[in-house]
């Protein structure tokens, strides 16, 4: 199709509307007074390829009471605001990859309660504070690869209590190549649940994985195609007895201690 815009009463009647796709079209604005009048018993959006550039405040709040799946992946998004998803308790599955986004405000996603899966893969997103997930309680998957991030807070993912797994891959996280000085640091002490964690292809010269307590679930750590040519002797510790694999192949590292793992 070619649509444009949506008026306000376009889906006025339509109360049991469960699922909705808009793919293809050409859609650069969903307003936010779309039907704020109705409440809808939407479960399933997707918005898939169209051009919408800006997530405003209260963009979804017709739609909270029930919607559980939202794909707003390749459009032009480049500003999420910070209430855009307020209210949306339900959605446990966002799709915003493909995208031009490169910052997230703090509290973004605080609403969410319910999301098991967020994928904010290949956009431009440089820097990741310390709450930029705040309120993810029950996040299990969060796909970040193919961005730009060059900053990363190393308590960032210390309160998804619930995650399985991190994709970092493809990012420019940095780090000084002598000795360490600067490092790229990642607390996952409090990730129970935690089974892969994936920080390929970063540009990581040097990294510390901070681990205080025993991760049962933790089996695969993947380096691969990074800039380590140095091991910290205490970059892993007897907590990760669990660990089944460890990719550090395509780096820079010339000695490996037997005491490194």
Partial sequence: NKLVDLEEITFKNLFNLKKLSLVSNFISNFHT?????????????????????????????????????MNI??????????????????????????NQINYLFVGTFQDLKSLLVLDL????IDNLKKDTFHGLINLEYIFLNNNKISKIDSSIFENLLNIKLIILKNNVLKGIWIF???????????????????????????INIIIKENLDNFTKLELSSNKIQYLR????????????????????LELIKEHYF
């Fill in 121 to 124: 893969s290949q956009n431009n």
């Fill in 73 to 98: 992946e390749k459009n032009q998004v480049k500003e999420i605001e910070i209430d855009s998803f307020k209210c949306l308790s339900k959605l446990n599955y966002l799709n915003i990859s493909f």
């Fill in 33 to 69: 007074d779309l039907n704020t009048s109705n409440k809808f018993n939407l479960t399933n959006l997707n918005l898939e390829f169209n051009n919408i550039k800006q997530l405003k405040n209260n963009t979804f709040k017709s739609m909270c009471l029930y919607l559980t799946t």
């Fill in 180 to 206: 360490c000085v600067e490092l790229i640091s990642l607390n996952i002490s409090k990730n129970k649940n935690l089974t892969y964690l994936d920080i390929s292809n970063s540009g990581i010269a040097c």
């Fill in 233 to 252: 002797e205490d970059w892993l510790n007897s907590n990760t007895s669990s660990i089944k694999l460890v990719n550090l192949t395509h780096n820079k």
